[in-house]
């Protein structure tokens, strides 16, 4: 099992209902393929440094998750397929990543 955060952009048109569905299925998505979830983050709603399909801002969102190496090729799979997805990046994280994660992880806990 390897260590990886995604990010992604949802269209800013969808509602706060419809988001929430897609980041539902998405987590779903990946348990199914045998990852387990560390951490979920909701960063809202941010303007964009340039527009994507002529859009200015867009949700984001972002999983760090331990998943096997052969659940991410069908998740950007269906990344690509869904119309309310904009943008998306998955990295395989390094033990230093890993801490930097857990670094941030737990200096959000305080400051909320």
């Known amino acids: 099992m390897n260590n990886y955060e995604t990010v992604f952009i949802?269209?800013?048109v969808l509602s706060d209902e419809?988001?929430?569905e897609t980041v539902k299925k998405y987590e779903d998505f990946l348990?199914?393929?045998?990852a387990e979830m560390v951490a979920k983050?909701?960063?809202g709603l941010?303007?964009?440094?340039y527009a994507i399909q002529h859009k200015k801002s867009g949700f984001y969102?972002?999983?760090?998750?331990k998943a096997p190496g052969e659940a991410i090729e069908p998740l950007e799979l269906e990344f690509r397929r869904d119309e309310r997805m904009m943008r998306y990046l998955t990295v395989k994280l390094d033990k230093h990543?890993?801490?930097w994660a857990e670094k941030r992880r737990k200096r959000n806990k305080e400051k909320a």
């Open 97 to 99: 990543a890993i801490a």
């Open 41 to 43: 983050e909701d960063w």
């Open 18 to 20: 419809q988001i929430k």
């Open 31 to 34: 348990v199914s393929k045998g």
């Open 46 to 49: 941010r303007k964009l440094a």
């Open 61 to 65: 969102h972002l999983f760090e998750f």
């Open 10 to 12: 949802l269209n800013p």
